[in-house]
């Protein structure tokens, strides 16, 4: 292609993106008009159906940063993805599919959602992980069924942010070829020049991250193609350090920090497209020589998609398809879930391992790793070999980064990825899991230790106000079981549910409940363990606090109270059930009382008071911090009587009393 027809289309691009942020007089014209250049060549060199923009043999493109959506939407729109010129005009709009930044399963064509700096970046490294594992299990050597590479455009902001180092560093020492980062290198953030806060060498950053490196002027076509070019048959993954002006073509306004995240103006528009030769006084203009190139996308597409389609047909062994539609379309009635019924007493996060391994046996794209603690975590899967070819993955101590990297696993289409961490970190992976409720991606995010019943680690590692923040989150749901039989259940009802889910288990061992239930299930949250006829009061509980208030409720009926015992081990789920189940899981002619090792304010959501965390924790064995906070059966027989208004008074029960 000639450069005089790169030079229109790219141009076509540029004001595409300047009447888009005019017109709903909000967005970032500066990206898109810098990358514009650099979009045209990876144009020609991307291979994508817009009319199947889930075909899973597709090229991935990750916009990093997502402020730069007036260039993505051009581009799906150019290429003929289903965003028509007039989603363009409605840019920013309430209820339009042209948001003001990309949102996976809003947009066709958009592969995750991003904006977030740097965390597409960690996505990107994330589709490139799949990719390999994927490849590994389908592809022959006389046959690849999986071959494709994943393309990342970020900036400056992107690669400050620590993410973006977690993220690169473990593509380095996973060797991920087929990862292509494509670095927007203008210099500029909104405060300025990025000398005022940073003066890396990013081309030595990478190379000790063993990336390879190629440096090129990023308004230079031909020096593009061949850097794409080249990083296409790199055997590592490759770093293209674009150098680039922001706001490439506004004239007086090209390279200043003012084109970041304001529109450019009706005058330097017009006099801009003048300048460049377009219709100064039409907006949206798409010149249809420019269109006819863009649209070939359609034509070469179907036909790379049909050519797959016959490489499929034509594999050289049936495991490969087999194996294919295993990764597509996973049993999950196939797994032996294990029993507890038989154990005393078990840490959740030791049950979960188990359940892990169970599920990991059946489920072929069941992967996942820990963030440096699987031992702790008991999340290591046995016999299973290490990632790629085998399914554990050593994330190393990037908690960030992993909940990213999970969530575009979970989108590639053929894995179900689990991660994990101390629920205390889970602090450091909260950019990641607001993601993923926001984008109902089904990644499993697994928190042990989940309270002061850390012990001896105090406070710095004994999360407290984490159970509320999750609860908080929107499409998110969050497991507390309160023993390894109803861990069972929540795993089974969780993997149905494909959502986003997060797992907080036990440290410290907890009794195993008796099989029999009064009423209901894990299955909706929430189910009643004890029903007492006559009862005044409902106790609600979930994990470690369950059995404590399960024997609490035998000392007040021993006193005269009678006391509902329920456990919650999914508080969002119990939620969305209707108010018949509601009512008959918690009685609403009772006191409630709910009781947690955690800050718990939404329990006052159904309760009438709340026996919680306020303060932090201590240092001690955790047999000692729940007497001092007032987690035991004595101390919630206590709050009981206070919440009834009757006076507590000590009863035994065999040789023990309370």
């Not at 990093?64 to 363009?88: F, K, N, P, R, T």
């Not at 000692?624 to 101390?635: D, I, N, Y």
Request: glycine residues 8%; proline residues 5%.
């Amino acid at each position: 292609m000639s450069n005089e027809i790169r030079t229109k289309m790219a141009n076509t691009i540029r004001f595409l993106a300047a009447d888009m942020i005019q017109k709903a007089n909000s967005g970032h014209p500066g990206a898109p008009m810098g990358l514009a250049d650099i979009a045209v060549v990876l144009s020609e060199h991307l291979k994508h159906n817009p009319k199947d923009p889930t075909w899973l043999n597709r090229d991935r493109v990750v916009f990093s940063g997502g402020h730069a959506s007036a260039l993505i939407y051009s581009l799906l729109y150019l290429w003929g993805y289903d965003v028509s010129l007039e989603d363009l005009k409605n840019f920013r709009q309430l209820d339009s599919k042209t948001p003001g930044h990309p949102e996976y399963g809003h947009t066709p064509g958009v592969e995750i959602t991003t904006g977030p700096l740097g965390q597409g970046v960690a996505n990107a490294v994330g589709f490139a992980m799949a990719k390999e594992f994927t490849a590994k299990r389908v592809n022959s050597p006389t046959c690849k069924i999986i071959d494709h590479k994943i393309y990342c455009l970020c900036g400056d902001g992107d690669l400050q942010e620590g993410i973006s180092y977690e993220a690169c560093s473990l593509a380095g020492k996973l060797n991920l070829k087929d990862l292509i980062l494509i670095y927007d290198s203008n210099k500029i953030t909104i405060e300025g020049d990025t000398a005022i806060a940073w003066n890396e060498d990013i081309k030595k950053r990478f190379q000790a991250q063993n990336w390879a490196v190629i440096e090129i002027d990023g308004h230079n076509f031909d020096e593009i193609d061949s850097a794409i070019t080249q990083a296409k048959n790199s055997d590592k993954p490759t770093i293209i350090i674009a150098k680039t002006k922001i706001g490439k073509g506004a004239l007086e306004l090209e390279g200043s920090h003012k084109t970041h995240g304001a529109p450019l103006g009706e005058d330097v528009i017009k006099r801009a497209k003048k300048e460049a030769s377009f219709p100064e006084d039409e907006k949206f203009f798409v010149p249809e020589d420019v269109m006819i190139r863009f649209r070939c996308a359609i034509e070469e597409g179907e036909l790379a998609q049909k050519q797959w389609n016959h490489l499929l047909k034509q594999a050289p062994y049936a495991e490969q398809n087999e194996a294919l539609n295993r990764l597509l379309n996973p049993d999950f009635d196939s797994i032996n879930f294990p029993e507890f019924w038989d154990k005393k007493e078990m840490a959740t996060r030791e049950s979960n391992g188990i359940i892990l391994n169970a599920i990991a046996k059946a489920v072929t794209g069941f992967v996942g790793g820990s963030a440096d603690l699987a031992p702790s975590n008991k999340t290591y899967l046995e016999n299973m070999g290490e990632f790629p070819e085998g399914k554990n993955i050593h994330f190393g101590i990037r908690e960030h980064a992993m909940g990213a990297i999970t969530n575009a696993m979970a989108l590639y289409g053929t894995i179900i990825p689990f991660n994990s961490t101390f629920f205390v970190f889970s602090d450091y992976q909260k950019p990641a899991v607001r993601i993923a409720a926001l984008s109902n991606i089904q990644n499993f995010f697994i928190w042990t230790h989940d309270s002061i019943g850390v012990g001896e680690d105090g406070p710095t590692h004994e999360p407290i106000e984490q159970l509320t923040q999750f609860r908080a989150l929107p499409n998110f749901y969050v497991w507390r079981p309160a023993d390894a039989s109803e861990n069972v259940e929540a795993w089974k009802t969780a993997l149905k549910m494909r959502k986003p889910t997060a797992f907080v288990l036990s440290r410290q061992k907890l009794k195993t409940l008796k099989p029999k239930r009064d009423f209901g299930d894990v299955s909706r949250g929430g189910y009643l363990i004890k029903k007492r006829e006559g009862a005044t009061l409902t106790i609600v509980a979930t994990g470690s606090e369950v059995m404590p208030s399960l024997n609490a409720g035998c000392y007040l009926e021993k006193m005269g109270v009678k006391a509902n015992i329920v456990s919650i081990p999914c508080f969002d789920l119990f939620l969305e059930q209707d108010k018949e189940y509601q009512d008959a899981v918690i009685d609403p002619d009772t006191k409630v009382l709910a009781v947690e090792a955690g800050s718990g304010l939404e329990w006052y959501k159904i309760a009438d008071d709340v026996l919680a965390m306020e303060s932090f924790g201590a240092s001690a064995p955790a047999s000692r911090l729940f007497e001092k906070f007032g987690f035991t059966v004595a101390s919630i027989k206590e709050r009981a009587c206070r919440v009834l208004g009757v006076e507590n008074k000590i009863v035994k029960i065999g040789d023990k009393e309370a």
